[in-house]
Each structure stands twice: as structure tokens, then as C-alpha cells.
């Protein structure tokens, strides 16, 4: 059985955490943001250096490793009752991050929609990235070079998979609107089960 999946997609601080995290609480959506999984690892195991070695270059960590973990925390998220594939809708966020991970899941995931958070601003993603970095204790937040990086990163790897779900599956939203006014334009669609 295919997990059914909406996708949140979008640069680093189009506020793809923020719209998970509520649609997260609402009733048979289950939220799954893939960085803070890793960010759960403790940094002294094998794993967790090898995260901390990537993102502190504000790069992707290697996706073998990538997708074991995701899958354990699926599996581990299945037996203790949190998520209930059979009912729910996985909202994903930051997986799959390029083709070649959306490759290893097609048979995986049964994606119902790809919402495009679409920020034209440069500056205010860098913002948003930095007054993040204030409240949370984040590595890769650090510094500009590294947040240019990860907006690079994301250019070359993450948004070539716009053109692979193609434009039946893509809904581009607004990410410079209140957070309030994404998450309207979101649930537009993706309550439609
Ligand atoms: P952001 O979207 O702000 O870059 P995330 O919290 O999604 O932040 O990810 C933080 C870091 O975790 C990434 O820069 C990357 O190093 C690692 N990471 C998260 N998800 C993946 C993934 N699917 N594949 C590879 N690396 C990932």
C-alpha cells in the first residue's frame, strides 16, 4: 500500500515548517518534516555527525541514509499509533529533496498534490532565515553564506522536481501572504478528501 502524500515544497524560509506544523494538528493529516527528524539525532552518533557535517555546509545529506531514516521514523510513527496510513494523508516536508529520492519513493508514495510555496523575494526568504535562527538553535542558520548556499542548493537540486510531478500535481501558492492566507490557499485543495 502506497502512503497517500501532499508534498510541501518551496526554498528554505518560504515557510514550509510553519504550514506543516498546522496542517499537522488537523485530523488525519500527518505532518513529517524530514530536517527535523535529522535534527532529532544525537550529534555523537554516526548518523547525527554525518547530518551535522552536511547542513553545517548547507548541503543535502546523501540520500541512502537519508531515506533509511525517513522510513524508520515512518515505521516507528506506524507502530506507536501516530500515524495510521490507512486514514491519513502524510504531509511532507523538505522529502524527497531531488529527483533521485523521488525516484526511491514512487513506489512508496502515492503523491495527491505538490504545494509550491513561491517566494520571488530573495531578501525576505534570507530574513525570515535569520530571524529563525534567533529562536532556534540551528546550525545552518548561521551564517549568510551558508543560507545562500542552502537557497543555491535548493535552486540546483530541490526544484527540478517541480518539473517532475509535473503541472497536474504543482499548486503554486503565495508564500509572501500571512501565513493565515497560505494555509487558506493550501486547504483549498488539499481538503478534498
Ligand atoms: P531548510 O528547508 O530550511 O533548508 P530543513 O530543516 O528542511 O531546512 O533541512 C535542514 C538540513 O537537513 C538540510 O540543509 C539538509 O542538510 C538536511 N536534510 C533535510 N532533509 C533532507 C533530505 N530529504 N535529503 C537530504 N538532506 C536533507
Known amino acids: 500500500m502506497k502512503y497517500r502524500s501532499i508534498l510541501l515544497f518551496g526554498a528554505p524560509g518560504a515557510g514550509k515548517g510553519t504550514q506543516g506544523k498546522i496542517l499537522g494538528v488537523i485530523p488525519h493529516f500527518f505532518h513529517c518534516a524530514c530536517g527535523d527528524v535529522f ?7 554516526p548518523l547525527g555527525k554525518v547530518f551535522v557535517e552536511y547542513s553545517s555546509r548547507g548541503e543535502l545529506v546523501p540520500d541512502g541514509p537519508t531515506i533509511e531514516l525517513w522510513s524508520q521514523f515512518i515505521k516507528t510513527s506506524i507502530q506507536i499509533g501516530k500515524y495510521n496510513p490507512e486514514l491519513d494523508t502524510l504531509v511532507l516536508d523538505g522529502i524527497p529533496r531531488n529527483v533521485a529520492q523521488a525516484e526511491i519513493l514512487r513506489d512508496v508514495l502515492d503523491v495527491v498534490g505538490v504545494y509550491y510555496l513561491h517566494c520571488n523575494n530573495f531578501e525576505n526568504l534570507v530574513k525570515r532565515i535569520q530571524r529563525r535562527a534567533l529562536k532556534e538553535n540551528r546550525l545552518d542558520d ?38 493565515a492566507k497560505v494555509l487558506g490557499d493550501i486547504l483549498r485543495t488539499a481538503a478534498t478528501r
Open 39 to 45: 535534527r532529532s539525532l544525537r550529534t555523537d552518533t
Open 142 to 179: 548561521a551564517n549568510l553564506e551558508v543560507i545562500r548556499h542552502r537557497i543555491k542548493t535548493y535552486e540546483s537540486e530541490t526544484a527540478p522536481l517541480l518539473k517532475h510531478y509535473g503541472l497536474k500535481l504543482v499548486h503554486d501558492i503565495e508564500a509572501d501572504q500571512t501565513p
